[in-house]
T-cell receptor
Framework: GIQVEQSPPDLILQEGANSTLRCNFSDSVNNLQWFHQNPWGQLINLFYIPSGTKQNGRLSATTVATERYSLLYISSSQTTDSGVYFCAVVSYSGTYKYIFGTGTRLKVLA | DGGITQSPKYLFRKEGQNVTLSCEQNLNHDAMYWYRQDPGQGLRLIYYSQIVNDFQKGDIAEGYSVSREKKESFPLTVTSAQKNPTAFYLC??????????????FGPGTRLTVL
């Protein structure tokens, strides 16, 4: 099956710094999503981005489907950005299945 | 408000008991999913359903069962056969549209502890 790898596994930033999170996947996919899991466990949608580039405030994402990777950019990080960031891809083999990466754990220090 | 609700938020169970976790959505989504998350780990797919009265096993279905009698409801039963059921359980839903599936939305989760 499709493998999804995220890097780095852990990241510590000072407030105001920028960062780039990476998601590599091993086969072509139908779509790709980025999520933020807050300290209470809630998964929040950030981007639905099977290809191209999207921006939402301080966050932006780029997926290059032909090269099988996606990047999540966080600019001017804030302490509220802390948590775990997951990417998930969808594979189709008769039915649709979401496959999650192992996540990047981000801590932003004040 | 539109969204996905899960209940209860916290659940304690004695070993050997079955327990059912509730998941309801009012988003009119076709597909629903159950995931398990262990501390410090990613999400693993337990079961998923794309239409009423039909569901498929995910990667870790052993010891779990589901039903999909209504479009808006997808309860998960953790049976006594599940050897290590203590975990955080997340329910999700998404639209299916032709040859693709759309954004997946998550409920707030249920934390199950086996005593």
């Amino acid at each position: 099956g499709i493998q999804v790898e995220q890097s780095p596994p852990d990241l510590i930033l000072q407030e105001g710094a920028n960062s780039t999170l990476r998601c590599n996947f091993s086969d072509s996919v139908n779509n790709l999503q980025w999520f933020h899991q807050n300290p209470w466990g809630q998964l929040i949608n950030l981007f639905y981005i099977p290809s191209g580039t999207k921006q939402n405030g301080r966050l932006s994402a780029t997926t290059v489907a032909t090269e099988r990777y996606s990047l999540l950019y966080i600019s001017s990080s804030q302490t509220t950005d802390s948590g775990v960031y997951f990417c998930a891809v969808v594979s189709y083999s008769g039915t649709y299945k979401y496959i999650f990466g192992t996540g990047t754990r981000l801590k932003v220090l004040a | 408000d539109g969204g996905i609700t899960q209940s209860p938020k916290y659940l304690f169970r004695k070993e050997g008991q079955n327990v059912t976790l509730s998941c309801e959505q009012n988003l009119n989504h076709d597909a629903m999913y159950w995931y398990r998350q262990d501390p410090g780990q990613g999400l693993r797919l337990i079961y998923y359903s794309q239409i009423v009265n039909d569901f498929q096993k995910g990667d870790i279905a052993e010891g779990y069962s589901v039903s999909r009698e209504k479009k808006e409801s997808f309860p998960l039963t953790v049976t006594s056969a599940q050897k290590n059921p203590t975990a955080f359980y997340l329910c999700a839903s998404s639209i299916l549209s032709g040859s693709r599936t759309d954004t997946q939305y998550f409920g707030p989760g249920t934390r199950l502890t086996v005593l």
